[in-house]
């Protein structure tokens, strides 16, 4: 029997499992500082370690920065939908042009990351059961892994559609499992989440010196509004999204120049950022000191840009501009510390915030034909940012307001835009009017890359590739 193994200082939970296609273990003897997992989990110091370990690995899988859940998402979501494009140079354009290669790497990382995410999770809950740890400590690892697991499913749905349901370690049979129906994967990520709530804390106080960097049960009810929205359970959207809301002595809507500090009280969940304390997306995305010289990284589209009305504050506030060779760019800058500019308040990287409940809870009351409580919502986020209540009587116009709130709110942060035209049917509208003939409908799902599929024959490809 092949042994799992944990390399304690660097919390990575890697398990020898293989970067690219997880084909195979290898059973090698534990090097010094490495335990099995069983023994993990007899001591509560080493299982925390290693739930700590799969955020830090979910986050930063390494110190270069290109992880799935780190940039990844957010970049190439921006730059496949209509958000913003890759200034300094050709790298990207496959992505800009929604032409991606099967043999891209950027998608492989994502795709081969997520599952190693997901690898990780299921070592963490096979390695709970049995152990002698506490039964509190035992349910918030439990509910974590859970939680963690149907997230990293989340993102594989919606960035490829069907994709392999992994839920234990069983290497070989994970190695030539076949793409499983979105639908069947968007069961399990409900039943994981809801699995979740029950098991998990309803404060920070179990995260590193309280910080929102860990899950807890209001995290789980976060993510099931989203998936029920997606799922067009409006009911069961407006039911979680107001769990969260409601807890008023954990989240409010600060100032808009508050939402991303590591103490934001908008921050439902948080990713810690490392030891240089800068936040990598804003790394890659913002320019660096000398950016007059050489340019901007990313430029807000047009189309973007033009969706941001007379008078809204989150333009000057999560916007900056650069002027090159007498052009003025604009580019994200929600976080304001980079490797460039070291000073300011402490950032974490934002995964889920308040921001977002209120707007999942208006768009599933206006798809229940609640006007009014859609428009209480959405005055909740228009109002931080100095506008007032939109011109929007009835469902249709509703909808419409909230697909711009949720453009101008949520830009630049894990794909939300991406996901949205998808899951509303809007794709092929929007993006023939931005991208012309470079638009091709099948380009709403990426391509599965070419190295799973040699590795794995029962991967079919997505069509279009």
Same mark, same amino acid.
């Given at each position: 029997?092949?042994?799992?193994? %944990? ?55 390494? /110190? ?15 730059? $496949? ?5 890759? /200034? ?67 993102? *594989? ?37 809801? $699995? ?50 409601? !807890? ?7 100032? %808009?120049?508050?939402? /991303? ?15 240089? #304390? ?46 090159? #060779? ?25 995964? *889920? ?16 034909? #609640? ?28 909808? *419409? ?5 949720? !453009? ?8 939300? !835009?991406? /996901? ?17 003939? *470079? ?13 799973? !599929?040699?590795? #794995? ?9």
């Amino acid at each position: 029997m092949i042994k799992n193994k %944990l390399n304690i200082p660097v919390l990575a939970l890697m398990l020898g499992i293989c970067a690219a296609s997880c084909k195979k273990l290898i059973d090698i003897p534990n090097p010094t500082g490495q335990l099995t997992r069983d023994a993990v989990f007899l001591d509560s110091t080493t299982a925390v370690s290693a739930i700590s370990g799969l955020y830090s690995y979910m986050y930063n899988y390494t /110190f270069v920065g290109d992880a799935a859940f780190k940039t990844q998402i957010t970049l190439t979501g921006g730059m $496949a939908s209509d958000e913003f494009y890759y /200034f300094s140079g050709s790298t990207y354009d496959q992505y800009k042009n929604n032409a991606i290669s099967i043999n891209d790497a950027t998608n492989l990382t994502m795709w081969s990351t997520i599952y190693q995410v997901i690898y990780q999770a299921n070592s963490i809950l096979e390695g709970i059961e049995g152990s002698p740890l506490s039964a509190t400590l035992k349910n918030q690892l439990k509910g974590e892994a859970l939680f963690v697991r149907a997230v990293s499913h989340f993102y *594989l749905v919606n960035l490829y559609g069907d994709v392999p349901l992994i839920l234990k370690t069983d290497v070989t049979e994970n190695s030539v499992a076949a793409r499983t129906e979105a639908e069947d994967v968007y069961k399990s990520i409900e039943q994981d989440l809801a $699995a979740a709530v029950p098991l998990l804390a309803p404060d920070y106080g179990y995260a590193n010196g309280g910080t929102r960097t860990r899950a807890n049960k209001w995290a789980a009810h976060a993510m099931l509004a989203r998936v029920y929205l997606y799922r067009g359970n409006y009911a069961a959207a407006v039911t979680h999204s107001s769990t969260v809301i409601a !807890r008023s002595e954990l989240y409010r809507m600060p100032a %808009l120049d508050q939402v /991303f500090p590591a103490t934001s009280e908008e921050a439902i969940l948080q990713f810690y950022t490392n030891v240089y #304390n800068h936040t990598y997306i804003q790394d890659q995305l913002s320019p660096s000191t000398d950016a007059s010289a050489v340019g901007p990284s990313y430029v807000l589209r047009d189309e973007l840009l033009s969706s941001f009305e007379p008078g809204d504050a989150r333009r000057a506030a999560w916007t900056g501009d650069i002027t090159y #060779n007498n052009k003025t760019y604009a580019y994200p800058s929600k976080y304001k510390r980079n490797s460039y500019t070291t000073s300011g308040a402490l950032e974490y990287e934002m995964f *889920l915030r308040l921001g977002e409940q209120y707007l999942i809870r208006a768009e599933a009351n206006a798809q229940l034909n #609640n006007i009014d409580e859609a428009h209480q919502d959405l005055e909740a986020v228009r109002g931080r940012a100095g506008l007032g209540r939109p011109a929007a009587d009835d469902k249709a116009e509703m909808l *419409l307001a909230i697909e711009k709130e949720r !453009r101008v709110e949520l830009f630049a942060e894990y794909g939300h !835009r991406w /996901f949205d035209l998808k899951r509303t049917g809007r794709v092929n509208t929007v993006m023939t009017a931005v991208k012309g003939s *470079l638009w091709k409908p099948t380009a709403a799902l990426f391509p599965i890359p070419q190295v799973a !599929r040699s590795t #794995n024959p029962k991967l079919s490809q997505n069509d279009g590739y």
